[in-house]
T-cell receptor
Framework: EAEVAQSPRYKITEKSQAVAFWCDPI?????LYWYRQILGQGPELLVQ????????DSQLPKDRFSAERLKGVDSTLKIQPAELGDSAMYLC???????????FGQGTRLTVV | GQQLNQSPQSMFIQEGEDVSMNCTSS?????WLWYKQEPGEGPVLLIA?????ELTSNGRLTARFGITRKDSFLNISASIPSDVGIYFC??????????FGTGTRLQVFP
């Protein structure tokens, strides 16, 4: 069964450092989401792509976060500089299109020290 | 960010019991999804609903898309220990973002 691949699974970084996460969606899925999940809460959308275009990045802290999906396939989420409050699980999900089932990867657990 | 209201917040039940949880919103949605998440893992899709009034089953799980399009319900029959986890609802309207609920934590005792 096809899966959303994310790497790394775990990342520990010092504050003020740069960190990057990678996501490879299920083949053929045009819509890609990056979510942040703080422990004990539901996932919150950071950015949504349709192919290579950003559809929604209204909750992305653009002063330090950036996301790209250059060829409309895999995607990278970057944080620079990382802050202590960025410690969370970063989840990537993909779907064939809007209003269709979204499937999640295993996530990247980020700890900023 | 916006989140949907789920209730109950947590449930502690005995194996074999049935479970009901719900999700409500002040906005209408065209799609409702239910996910289960275990510690340290990403959410796993359980059921997808696309039509108001729709009732969909997946094994022991049954979910309903409320006719007002502002709520959804998930039932688990004859719970087993592996049902333990956090259950999230998620709703989407047209091209808007997929919004998640606050989660219901389920604990099943043998």
């Amino acid at each position: 069964e096809a899966e959303v691949a994310q790497s790394p699974r775990y990342k520990i970084t010092e504050k003020s450092q740069a960190v990057a996460f990678w996501c490879d969606p299920i083949s053929g899925h045009a819509t890609l989401y990056w979510y942040r999940q703080i422990l004990g809460q539901g996932p919150e959308l950071l950015v949504q792509f349709q192919d290579e275009s950003v559809v929604d990045d209204s909750q992305l802290p653009k002063d330090r976060f950036s996301a790209e999906r250059l060829k409309g396939v895999d995607s990278t989420l970057k944080i620079q500089p990382a802050e202590l409050g960025d410690s969370a699980m970063y989840l990537c999900a993909s779907s064939r299109g809007w209003l269709l089932e979204a499937f999640f990867g295993q996530g990247t657990r980020l700890t900023v020290v | 960010g916006q989140q949907l209201n789920q209730s109950p917040q947590s449930m502690f039940i005995q194996e074999g019991e049935d479970v009901s949880m719900n999700c409500t919103s002040s906005s209408i949605f065209n799609t409702w999804l239910w996910y289960k998440q275990e510690p340290g893992e990403g959410p796993v899709l359980l059921i997808a609903l696309y039509k108001a009034g729709e009732l969909t089953s997946n094994g022991r799980l049954t979910a309903r898309f409320g006719i007002t399009r502002k709520d959804s319900f998930l039932n688990i029959s004859a719970s087993i220990p592996s049902d333990v986890g956090i259950y999230f609802c998620a709703g989407q309207l047209n091209t808007d973002k997929l919004i998640f609920g606050t989660g219901t934590r389920l604990q099943v005792f043998p």
